[in-house]
């Protein structure tokens, strides 16, 4: 299993992850430089939020394959989260 983490918006422990989902869980962290609710406010960033995202699935399905299982770690951003479940479904499944 393959576990985003998505640090956009504030910062999430790998602690909190393995906690959660065990250690057998690999993490890929989505950080954004600056955490903050502002962080994504235009279309543009959405736009470019989304091409890094359909880049990193991408990149994890040549690592574990096209039927890896996603669980995705909290999402604050609704602009995000909309993304999110956009790009996973279009590469894997989510769990």
């Not at 994890?60 to 909309?82: A, F, H, M, T, W």
Request: neutral net charge.
């Amino acid at each position: 299993m393959v576990a985003p983490k998505l640090s956009i918006s504030n910062e999430i422990s790998a602690a909190d992850v393995t906690q959660a989902l065990g250690s057998e869980a690999s993490i890929w962290e989505f950080r954004n430089s600056s955490l903050g609710a502002g962080t994504v406010r235009h279309d543009d960033d959405i736009r470019r939020f989304r091409e890094f995202a359909w880049r990193t699935f991408d990149k994890i399905q040549n690592e574990y394959g096209r039927d890896v299982d996603l669980s995705l770690c909290p999402i604050k951003l609704v602009s995000c989260s909309g993304e999110i479940v956009r790009v996973s479904l279009r590469t894997s499944r989510l769990h």
